[in-house]
């Protein structure tokens, strides 16, 4: 019983028009302002038309595709203009085709208003037929009933092209609208660039599909985070420079960043961040960030700076990234007012080994003193191969040129101790130049060429020896 009171219920909202146009046919067939039909052919015509309007019939007649569109309309408008004509106001109630052209047009699109036309005008034309042969009543003169339906055929005929002109172009946008969206699922969902969109406390409240294989979480895991939380501690600061600029712009400004972000896995990878505000766009309010790994690149930008820095065969700075290292020294002690030393050093009997041994020998040697010198010199220092078997190493911060000799003696010590590669014990010595520079005394080029000479003199002496520059005594607040 339910079953059958829900049916009904359905029965009658579907075909609530048809219901109603039957209650008014009634009550005007008693008061007798209807032509002479019998009731019978107005409760046929218009249940027909009940049934025909319900969605399941639509459907079965216009087919799963909508290709007999034609059929299912046309099969409405008979009922439909039979119960207007029955009347004997056939052409004037006629505008209904007007309402099955509407709901139609919701069901089908724009392909219904062709259809619908036609069906309106044929079955308009066999209504004045049906009068104009005596097999149906009219309450109108013929002249005036054929002229009317004329009007009618015409203003549904241009009404179904008007509106289906405009659903079609609705059509067309809906289309290009969802053409476009579905390109840039495809573009957020297959990129390799991770976007994000957060508020302007940094809270992310969405993130595109990429997350995963960039950065190894999933794009739930991140919605409600902070991202400065996944930067390394040590870009904190330009984290919030960024987040800084961008909040103080607009949309039209777009700031970018290079930083290390946390992978999912706990490594750290290097993000090239392109990020604009948009909080005050209505269809965003987010300020939106676009992330890509540029580690490797990154890598290959390291090495390619590490290569243009540092000597190929033993490691240590070159002469350029040294005497660089000596500027900054300076400028540090003649900020905090402390000294800073350079010193030279020099190997003895190294062109003996490289002629005896050959230059593979030689160059293991290099390395086995390069090692030496990273051992013996602080981390705070520098040191460089300036080219052949001339070594420069920067003391940063010491006391005096006791302190310098000190480090210098150690060196030689160090050298004389480790002269023996793949088992050859090498006859080969060491002579080292000390050069001071106290707080704005001397800039780095003079203060190399003060070390170099001290160098000279040094190996004057005999090997293994070392030599601090003398200049003019300088008496400073800090001896």
Same mark, same amino acid.
């Given at each position: ?142 002249? =005036? ?10 203003? +549904? ?143 290959? =930008? ?11 065969? +033993? ?80 003391? +940063? ?83």
């Amino acid at each position: 019983m339910h079953t059958i009171a829900a049916r009904a219920m359905a029965l009658a909202r579907n075909g609530m028009e048809s219901i109603l146009s039957l209650a008014a046919v009634v009550a005007l067939h008693v008061s007798g302002v209807l032509g002479s039909a019998p009731l019978w052919t107005y409760v046929l015509a218009l249940s027909a038309g009940a049934v025909l309007q319900q969605p399941e019939v639509q459907r079965f007649l216009a087919g799963p595709d909508g290709s007999r569109t034609g059929l299912a309309v046309g099969l409405q408008m008979v009922p439909a203009t039979a119960a207007a004509y029955l009347t004997g106001y056939g052409p004037v109630l006629a505008v209904t085709h007007v309402y099955i052209l509407v709901v139609h047009m919701r069901r089908a699109g724009s392909r219904a208003w062709r259809p619908t036309a036609l069906a309106s005008v044929l079955s308009l034309l066999a209504g004045e037929l049906a009068i104009a042969a005596g097999l149906l009543p009219s309450s109108l003169p013929m002249n =005036q009933s054929h002229a009317i339906a004329v009007l009618v055929g015409i203003g +549904t005929v241009t009404t179904a092209r008007a509106l289906g002109q405009f659903v079609a172009q609705r059509e067309q946008a809906e289309v290009a609208a969802r053409l476009s969206e579905d390109r840039f699922r495809a573009l957020v969902r297959d990129g390799s660039e991770v976007i994000t969109m957060s508020d302007a406390d940094g809270n992310v409240s969405w993130v595109s599909p990429a997350a995963q294989p960039v950065m190894g979480y999933k794009p739930e895991e991140l919605r409600g985070k902070v991202l400065n939380g996944l930067f390394h501690p040590e870009d904190e600061v330009a984290s919030m420079e960024l987040y800084t600029r961008l909040l103080a712009s607009d949309s039209t400004v777009e700031h970018s960043a290079e930083l290390r972000v946390r992978h999912a896995n706990g490594s750290w990878h290097w993000h090239e961040i392109i990020a604009r505000n948009m909080l005050a766009h209505p269809a965003v309010h987010a300020i939106v960030s676009h992330q890509r790994d540029i580690t490797e690149r990154r890598a290959v =930008q390291d090495r390619i700076a590490y290569a243009a820095s540092h000597d190929g065969l +033993t490691g240590l700075a070159n002469g350029p990234t040294l005497k660089r290292d000596l500027e900054r020294a300076l400028a540090q002690g003649t900020r905090y007012q402390h000294p800073v030393a350079m010193l030279f050093c020099d190997l003895d009997g190294f062109k003996a080994v490289n002629d005896t041994y050959g230059h593979d020998v030689g160059d293991r040697l290099l390395q086995t003193i390069s090692s030496v010198i990273r051992r013996t010199t602080r981390d705070t220092d520098s040191a460089g191969r300036l080219g052949g078997d001339e070594f420069g190493v920067v003391l +940063t911060r010491v006391r005096n040129a006791d302190e310098a000799l000190s480090v210098a003696q150690r060196l030689i010590d160090g050298i004389t101790g480790n002269v023996s590669v793949a088992g050859l014990k090498l006859d080969v010595g060491c002579s080292v130049g000390v050069a001071l520079a106290y707080p704005g005394g001397s800039d780095a080029k003079t203060l190399m060429r003060h070390a170099d000479a001290a160098m000279y003199q040094a190996k004057r002496r005999g090997s293994n020896n070392t030599t601090v520059y003398v200049q003019d005594d300088v008496t400073a607040p800090w001896m």
